[in-house]
């Protein structure tokens, strides 16, 4: 199994990007996929989660409405961020957990499967 991560890069203060998340080798057709991200020097926190059917979302209160979380598939998940804030930056992951029809949790170790991460810099 593999998630696959992309779309990071380096942007201006109040720009956007767009990151994108490939699953394969199984389908997570039942499962949550999330976003979390680790800024520098400091732990893994949780960005964003959807739910298997996309029904449901769960976003981190620092997001503050400038982040989309979206499913674009079974197997592929997206980030927009909007409004980009130097303190944005980090690595970014792609998750999903192993169990079906399961809650969107914030917990890193709720999650079973884990991509390579995607560097956002957010220059001021």
């Known amino acids: 199994v593999q998630l696959q991560a992309s779309g990071g890069g380096l942007v201006q203060a109040g720009g956007s990007l767009r990151l994108s998340c490939a699953a394969s080798g199984r389908t997570f057709s039942k499962n949550v996929m999330a976003w979390f991200r680790q800024p520098p020097g400091k732990e893994c926190e949780f960005v964003a989660g959807?739910?298997?059917?996309?029904?449901?979302v769960r976003y981190a209160d620092s997001i503050e409405g400038r982040f989309a979380i979206s499913r674009d598939n079974e197997n592929t998940v997206s980030l927009e961020m909007n409004s980009l804030k130097p303190e944005d930056t980090a690595v970014y992951y792609c998750?999903?957990?192993?169990?079906?029809?399961?809650?969107?949790?914030?917990?890193?170790?709720?999650?079973?499967?884990w991509g390579q991460g995607t560097l956002v810099t957010v220059s001021s």
């Open positions: 959807v739910s298997w059917r996309a029904s449901a």
């Open positions: 998750a999903a957990d192993g169990l079906s029809y399961g809650l969107i949790y914030t917990g890193e170790k709720e999650y079973m499967y």
